[in-house]
């Protein structure tokens, strides 16, 4: 083979793994912003029944109770139709523009099974900054198995989004970094 050819072929070979490395090293970078950002690190809060947690700033009540099941219901007597109450009570200045509602709702057994709650779009509440001291209630329903309708417990992420954050904010890496992560989980006791 001759030197030139050889000298060629050599670069093309080093450029076509350069080429993959970098390619490997945005994936992996990439991959590691993915996973800091939708690992979910949970700090959970207990809330003895009939009381009220407290988290950032935001007072949460909740309920869960039977409730009839809509006349188009196809279920027979093997599950349970409950209603989920969730008040949500800004107490300071500083919080009132955490409007969205609570992430990954849902009702769990004592074995570990969980089922999805699913809540009443928004409503009448402010979508930009909420009144200090107002209680703005939101309505939800789960279909249950009967035997653990009264077992059941709720839990939920309060959500940490600010109307006030700049939309452009959310697709820069440097800035949702910074952004206050939902690492709060928040579990009502029933008795």
């Known amino acids: ?19 993959l490395l970098t390619t490997a090293a945005q994936t992996y970078d990439g991959y590691l912003f993915y996973d800091k ?17 407290k988290i950032n700033n935001i007072e949460w009540k909740a309920a869960v109770s039977p409730m009839k099941p809509p006349a188009d219901n196809k279920y027979g007597p093997e599950v349970t139709w409950l209603r989920v109450d969730i008040t949500k009570k800004v107490l300071d200045e500083a919080s009132a523009t955490k409007i969205a509602e609570p992430i990954d ?8 099974r969980t089922w999805v709650v699913l809540i ?3 409503g009448k509440r402010p979508t930009d900054r909420l009144e200090v001291g107002k209680e703005y209630k939101m309505l939800g329903a789960a279909i249950v198995p009967t035997p ?23 697709f820069k890496r440097e800035n949702a ?14 008795r």
């Open 1 to 19: 083979m001759r030197p030139r050819r050889r000298r060629t072929l050599m670069i093309a070979g080093a450029a076509v793994v350069v080429s």
């Open 105 to 112: 709702v849902k009702l769990a057994d004592r074995a570990g």
């Open 148 to 170: 653990v309708a009264n077992e059941v417990e709720l839990s939920f992420r309060p959500a940490n989004y600010r109307s006030d954050t700049p939309t452009e904010d959310l």
């Open 37 to 53: 950002m939708t690992t979910k690190e949970t700090r959970e809060t207990i809330v003895p029944a009939g009381q009220v947690a």
């Open 177 to 190: 970094e910074k952004l206050e992560k939902d690492v709060d989980v928040v579990r009502f006791r029933r």
């Open 120 to 122: 009443e779009p928004v």
